[in-house]
């Protein structure tokens, strides 16, 4: 029965913390012998509790009892569709420890398509055919029925309870063994599990920390993102429980709702760290009113990170919070993707993100860059820093590598990269290059650093002239009356024209009232940014817009729900 301790604690705890998982050894190490280390602090319902790393290794090896009670056998996949909280990592980490391949699927809410949504659950279901579903309680007869007909053990989370931590295992998985899956969200299902080794997030952790100069005996970290997300996941879950540094959690649909509780938390636990989509800096300006102020002198590094890096964000961010302590230096880039685990480059701590102009129709036409560029029209960008170790980046452009300011499609080599997508070398095998992974994104070098321009697919041509979806969203996500991130834009083709039309719907942050001069705003704020008019512009209630379940707008399920009749919220 349960005495205080951690089963199989002691010596026998000491030699896993020897073996050859360079990712569990360290964390079974540090909770044998600092059992009392702080592992996170957690916002629930208004109150902040603390968990240590034993009780989280202790919460662990009940879910190994659980997993092994429903039949999971080693190297077995499991999914978890967990809210926020303590059980949402110790499941995870129960699920290593057993020796299981975990993977998080998000889990519905209000701001998801749900039609959607159960269809993309049904075809990874299908796909994976995992051995356990854990679902919170309120979703597990949900959950049963969409397995019905399979072999797949449904449980709920309560079923734990009845549990006793399980020993330790007699040995870990070892390093070259699948460690975990992250899903890419697709608009008709999850079609990509990314198979990511031990190995791989270890060798991508340990370069990760010695870029961000990442002490996890001094750092601590705040965050509100969803671990579903590769960014949540890894840079404020694995990686700061791998070099122990405590994490301030927030729920994600929490601090949408009340964003000032991650500047609490960085006020009141001296934060270190944080990573924040591109956004999420507009959204905490804008919604964060003056005159209220934090004491954020904590933070080393606020990483902006999964969107492009757009230095209007940044700009806002600091405008709004200088008088509570952020400084230039402090707001940070970072480039990343689950198929090199996390970070492909990361900007210099310490020092702002460098700056260049480049010429907009160079971008245009992805062609050749002048940097620095003088031009009235030329564009600002962010730098994502120089590669990290271990990584390296080239540009392919027209089947051939280019070089230093050449804009093409970025490719990645990296001794962390992914094992492939799982049961899919047809996928696998069409992301290649050679031996370098080709991401779909457009970008360029300049000066050994990683600057974004867009991405393939989300090129809009317009009379021969190409707009990036990305930029013109974030022209609109500037406009008072639209919410920040709340924005899609998308190509229509025109008979009339015989070419594409430049479409924007945005969800309304005001009243109904005002979108007459809100909708002339955002098409002077687009011709402003691209050059081009827009041919429509749409504004919606708040929600109306379908996002894919890794939490970002779908551009190809918009432009659908925008060709429909228009329904009783638009």
């Excluded at 420890?97 to 049904?122: E, F, K, V």
């Excluded at 309120?138 to 959950?143: C, D, N, R």
């Excluded at 270190?272 to 591109?278: C, D, F, G, I, R």
């Excluded at 093409?408 to 070398?425: D, K, L, W």
């Amino acid at each position: 029965m349960d005495n205080g301790q951690i089963p199989g604690s002691g010596t026998e705890q000491d030699a896993h913390a020897s073996g050859t998982n360079p990712f569990l050894a360290p964390i079974l190490q540090r909770a044998a012998a600092n059992p009392d280390s702080l592992f996170a602090v957690y916002h629930e319902e208004g109150v902040w509790s603390a968990v240590t790393l034993e009780r989280l290794v202790r919460r662990a090896l009940q879910f190994v009892t659980l997993y092994r009670t429903l039949g999971a056998a080693p190297g077995e996949t499991i999914l978890l569709i967990l809210r926020h909280g303590l059980d949402g990592h110790a499941a995870f980490l129960g699920g290593m420890l057993a020796g299981l391949i975990p993977s998080y699927l998000p889990y519905p809410n209000a701001r998801h398509d749900h039609t959607l949504y159960w269809a993309q659950h049904r075809a990874v279901l299908a796909l994976r055919r995992p051995a356990v579903v854990l679902v919170y309680d309120e979703l597990h007869q949900a959950i049963l029925a969409l397995a019905e007909g399979t072999r797949i053990a449904v449980a709920p989370l309560s079923a734990v309870d009845r549990h006793d931590p399980a020993a330790l295992p007699p040995a870990l998985a070892g390093a070259d063994s699948v460690g975990l899956l992250q899903h890419s969200s697709g608009t008709t299902g999850l079609k990509k599990g990314v198979a990511l080794s031990y190995g791989a997030i270890a060798r991508q952790l340990a370069a990760y920390r010695d870029a961000l100069r990442f002490d996890g005996a001094e750092a601590r970290i705040a965050s509100w993102l969803p671990l579903y997300h590769d960014m949540g996941l890894i840079s404020s879950f694995l990686l700061p429980l791998w070099v122990g540094a405590p994490i301030i959690s927030i729920d994600p649909f929490t601090w949408v709702s009340a964003p000032a509780l991650f500047l609490d938390a960085i006020h009141e636990y001296r934060a270190t760290h944080a990573w924040l989509p591109n956004f999420a800096f507009l959204h905490l300006a804008r919604r964060v009113r003056d005159p209220e102020t934090w004491d954020l002198r904590s933070l080393r590094a606020l990483i902006s990170c999964s969107e492009p890096c757009k230095p209007e964000a940044f700009d806002a961010f600091l405008a709004r919070f200088q008088a509570s302590g952020i400084e230039p230096h402090m707001l940070q880039t970072c480039y990343a993707m689950a198929e090199t685990v996390f970070a492909v480059s990361q900007s210099n701590p310490g020092a702002p993100p460098r700056r260049v102009r480049v010429d907009r129709k160079a971008i245009e036409q992805l062609g050749r860059l002048g940097v620095p560029d003088t031009a009235e029209d030329a564009v600002t960008l962010l730098s994502n820093g120089r590669p990290i170790a271990g990584c390296a980046v080239r540009i392919l452009r027209a089947g051939a590598f280019v070089g230093e300011h050449e804009i093409g499609e970025i490719c990645v080599s990296a001794r962390y990269m992914f094992s492939g997508y799982h049961e899919n070398p047809e996928a696998t095998a069409a992301s290649f290059h050679g031996t370098w992974y080709r991401t779909g994104d457009l970008g360029f070098l300049s000066g050994g650093e990683v600057f974004i321009v867009g991405r393939l697919k989300d090129i809009i041509i317009v009379n021969g002239k190409n707009i990036f979806a990305h930029d013109v969203e974030a022209a609109v996500s500037r406009i008072p009356g639209v919410k920040p991130g709340r924005s899609v834009a998308f190509g229509r083709f025109s008979q009339r024209i015989g070419s594409e039309e430049l479409i924007v719907v945005a969800e309304r942050a005001g009243e109904p009232r005002d979108d007459g001069r809100v909708m002339a705003e955002i098409n002077r704020a687009v011709v402003e940014e691209v050059g081009v008019p827009c041919s429509d512009v749409r504004l919606v209630a708040v929600g109306w817009l379908v996002k894919t379940t890794s939490g970002k707008v779908s551009r190809a399920d918009n432009a659908t729900r925008y060709t429909a009749p228009p329904g009783p919220t638009a």
